[in-house]
């Protein structure tokens, strides 16, 4: 699942290419994590501490809705609480930032 990085096709979206679960959010806003995330068949299955180096640093799943979170344009699209929820689950989950990895 670490390796599941979706191409260039974001029409518009986020950015060129980037993981399958963060650009699940880009297409689908938070129908498939939310899935992922109360499913009990995946639980501990899914490794939220994937990465990738964006701008030089890494940035977990937990990253990207941060920026989600601190862009005002990304947000009118978007479901705050929502957001801020799968922060709290994928953090219960062992989920990380990148500056939290070694």
Do not use: P
Request: proline share 0%; glycine share 6%.
């Amino acid at each position: 699942q670490n390796v599941l990085i979706c191409g260039n096709d974001t029409h518009g979206k986020i950015r060129d290419s980037e993981h399958i679960l963060k650009r699940s959010i880009a297409y689908d806003g938070t129908h498939f994590l939310r899935r992922i995330l109360e499913t009990e068949e995946y639980a501990g299955k899914v490794d939220y501490n994937f990465y990738e180096i964006v701008d030089g640093k890494k940035e977990t799943i937990l990253d990207y809705i941060d920026k989600i979170l601190n862009d005002e344009n990304l947000m009118i699209v978007y479901d705050k609480e929502e957001l801020e929820d799968f922060i709290d689950m994928i953090e219960d989950s062992e989920g990380k930032r990148g500056s939290e990895l070694k």
